[in-house]
């Protein structure tokens, strides 16, 4: 690896697992990782374009990388700087006008092309764009996961969406919703469990939305996939996400009752309690649907841990729809969820909508909103206290013996421990709950599994 590759990655879980794919494709080129940008012959910023502040990041972490690449050149090196994911997917060439010390400007369906891009930013001294959605599955051209260090990993099985809600701009910056074939998945599932990983999130904008082609053109669906991937030796933890309500189907919520390897964990993002505003985000569904979509769920598996997403301050909302939205937390409870202030987005209806809310009243929301958010994440931690849970350890703690893993509710444990516990699975005595984490000490010297 004589070359050196720094990589930035902005927002979601896909874009940690492309930046890592991204490492695979660049390494057979030459081309090995450092956490260090000054010293990188290749820059590459992995973009969210989910919300404004995101979008601008990226410009200031430009400024930031220009000097570094004056540098490199003037000390007879040379920098290539790029600029990938949603953002590049959503501005292309206006980056390079507003930034002209990018070299590539690439979107999420083409990462697999870098080889041939880098050798073009090189030959052509920059100016290398690609934004298009190809014919060809990027799947297929991948290499084998060869980044993978830990013991969870990602691994994308659906992309894009076809929801359309009024405030996002995934449909438009990942295009329409794509599912892999279940070969390929179960292909990389087995390298990565062949590399150590004992758990497995499957990512997708609209993860539960998907159908891949199964053995003999038969199409899967996500519960079928995951009762699959549960059979493989090794892959002791499945858990998938993000999902939308209204294609939780019962074979999927079945699998939570049936499969033991799919985690009691599921983020189920509902974004408002108001019907009117869910209405007019394009939602599809009613709270009181959701409601009762939470009560199955809550049927098949009683002890199941739920997550969401919420936004306030959506064109429209008075005091009132706000006051769904508290109702609603306060009738379905969450152990986490992320919630954010409206962002207008370019090129989605929500920006045309009338009646924009003022930023003061979005912030006042908020933080009411996360308050309660947050009383209910510190009982469900409370009430774990006591239990006896099974915990993956994922390495070591801040503190020196300490080691960390995850309960299958996806809450952060830590232990002392004088051994290495890294990829044990640990029953786990839970003695302390904090506001986001637990603390635990180990029931037997033995490993659970
Ligand atoms: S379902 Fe999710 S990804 Fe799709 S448009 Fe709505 S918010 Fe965006």
Known sequence: MSKKLFIK????????????RMTDVLAPIGYGVTEDPDDADLVILNTCHIREKAAEKVYSELGRIRPLKEQKQSN????????????????????????PVVDMVFGPQTYHRLPELVARAVRDGGGVLDTDFPVEDKFDHLPEPTSQTGVTAFLTIQEGCDKFCSFCVVPYTRGAEFSR?????????RALVAAGV???????????????QGPGDSS??????????????????????????????????????????VMPYLHLPVQSGSDRILDAMNRGHSADEYRRLVDKI????????????FIVGFPGETDRDFEETLRLIRDVTYSQAFSFKYSERPGTPGTALPQQIEEHVKAERLTELQKLLNEQQIAFNQACVGAKLPV???GKGRKPGQSIGR?????????????????????????????NSLSGTLCTSEVTS
């Open 9 to 20: 990655t902005y927002g979601c879980q896909m874009n940690v697992y492309d930046s890592e």
């Open 392 to 394: 993956l350890f994922e």
């Open 407 to 435: 309960s299958p509710y996806l809450q952060p444990v830590h232990v002392a421990a004088k051994n290495d516990l890294f990829g044990e699975i640990r029953d786990t005595q839970v003695v302390a709950a904090l506001s």
């Open 198 to 212: 004992r758990e497995i999130t499957l990512l997708g904008q609209n993860v539960n939305a998907y159908r891949g």
């Open 220 to 261: 899967w669906s996500l519960a079928q996939l995951l009762t699959h991937l549960a059979k493989i030796d090794g892959l002791d933890r499945l858990r998938y996400t993000t999902s939308h309500p209204r294609d939780m189907t019962d074979e999927l919520i079945a699998v939570h009752r049936d499969v033991p390897q």
């Open 298 to 309: 809550r049927m098949a598996r009683p002890d199941i841990a739920l997550s969401s997403d």
């Open 181 to 189: 074939d279940v070969a390929s998945i179960e292909k990389e599932a």
């Open 76 to 99: 007879g090196g040379r920098m290539l700087v790029a600029v990938a994911g949603c953002v590049a997917q959503a501005e292309g060439a206006e980056i390079m006008r507003r930034a």
